[in-house]
């Protein structure tokens, strides 16, 4: 009965804030979720203790609020989210180091001399090279569009379908109906493509201040990242012990496959610039630069290499398309077989291991709700959620698997 009463003043409170907030037009300033998350909170905490509903709701406005603050700050957590992702990627080179005696601090400031150095690198000797050969292929695929738009307009093209005993009138009105504006859609949508390159980079150069700061929060990161475990730990030992072991088997897969996708990337496209280069297919340093970008995302990325690749050699109107495309097809096929079997199972093992099946499932639908980040982030989701699947089956079957997980992820 008491539990009936609390919960019927906290609705009715609840209520008339509600209503006291919109009367007042304080719902509609920027900082009205805080104020009403705030208020919600002055009638949640006093009954966590004693209401299992109140530290639920209690639970969920906090995470909805969390949500809101990330979605809010936009681009603002660019800088800090960037530098906890290298900052995490780091870590454990350089607890390796620190075992071999060299202090946490100076190892991380040598680790992040040698990256901002690679980063300028490429920055000064690939990024040109890529941008120069993006413009290249932008105005062969504009020529390709007018040559064709041309000869489905001439005189020779109406010819040649008389030859085959087919009839001009019909053909030349679905040429000017059809054909036509799509290839001017065509070559619209390309052009749409670099504004909306161009945009982002612009994007980039805006945030560049912040991106300044990257090198230096990513220090601090990596020197204090053993205490920010620490507190972690010492925080979920007392209130979920249950909690801390599913970080430690999350981290466990998040951290292989992020290192097994770095390193499998890397390797596919330093191999595929120098192949297409040495080889000499059109634009070999963009495509191969692409391959690396795309190989994170299983089947499609390579798929979409191959795909892009045999257009820009057919647009680039290359001595020796068929050669070419057979050259491509070759060394793409060749790196994906060396990054799927043998470096991504030495880097990641079974912990991110999953069925075909399930893999092409989860990429459809976190690619149909997502977009590319869904693509990218599909694997190591889908490995975590199948982590609980195998826990619940367990359960039933009455087998635990979990030490085998802690053992995997360790």
Request: net charge positive.
């Amino acid at each position: 009965m008491d539990t009936i009463f609390r919960v019927g003043g906290l609705t009715a409170a609840a209520l008339l804030l509600a209503g006291f907030l919109t009367a007042t037009g304080l719902l509609i300033v920027p900082l009205a979720p805080l104020i009403l998350y705030a208020s919600a909170m002055v009638f949640l905490v006093p009954m966590r203790r004693v209401s299992a509903l109140a530290r639920i709701m209690s639970n969920w406005a906090t995470l909805i609020f969390a949500l809101w603050i990330l979605t809010d700050l936009g681009t603002l957590l660019l800088p800090f989210a960037l530098s906890f992702f290298l900052a995490y990627i780091l870590d454990p080179l350089v607890t390796r180091m620190e075992r071999w005696r060299v202090p946490r601090w100076l190892s991380a400031l040598l680790i992040n001399i040698v990256l901002v150095g690679i980063i300028t690198l490429l920055a000064v000797f690939l990024a040109p090279v890529v941008w120069s050969q993006l413009q290249e292929l932008v105005k062969s695929v504009s020529s390709f569009v007018a040559a064709a738009q041309s000869f489905l307009e001439s005189r020779q093209f109406y010819q040649w379908l008389r030859a085959l005993g087919i009839p001009s009138g019909q053909v030349r009105s679905l040429v000017q109906d059809y054909l036509i504006p799509r290839l001017e859609g065509i070559s619209q949508y390309v052009f749409s493509l670099v504004v909306s390159f161009l945009e982002g980079a612009a994007g980039v150069v805006a945030q560049l201040v912040n991106i300044i700061l990257v090198p230096l929060l990513t220090f601090y990161l990596v020197t204090d990242m053993p205490r920010l475990a620490m507190l972690v730990r010492r925080v979920l030992e007392q209130r979920s012990p249950r909690m801390l072991g599913d970080l430690i088997l999350i981290n466990g897969i998040i951290r292989a496959y992020i290192s097994g996708q770095l390193i499998t990337a890397t390797f596919v496209g330093t191999m595929a610039v120098l192949a297409f280069v040495i080889a000499g297919i059109p634009y070999g340093v963009f495509l191969g630069v692409l391959c690396g970008l795309l190989n994170p995302i299983p089947y499609v990325g390579l798929l979409a290499s191959l795909l892009i690749a045999v257009v820009t050699i057919i647009m680039a109107q290359s001595s020796q398309p068929l050669l070419d495309i057979l050259l491509v097809a070759a060394i793409i096929n060749l790196l994906h077989f060396i990054g799927a079997y043998l470096i991504d199972p030495r880097v990641t093992g079974r912990r991110v291991g999953l069925h075909p099946v399930m893999l092409i499932a989860a990429l459809f639908v976190f690619g149909h709700f997502f977009g590319l980040l869904g693509l990218i982030v599909a694997v190591p989701v889908t490995a975590v959620l199948m982590m609980y699947f195998n826990r619940w089956t367990a359960a039933i079957s009455g087998e635990n698997v979990e030490s085998s997980q802690v053992s995997n992820a360790g």
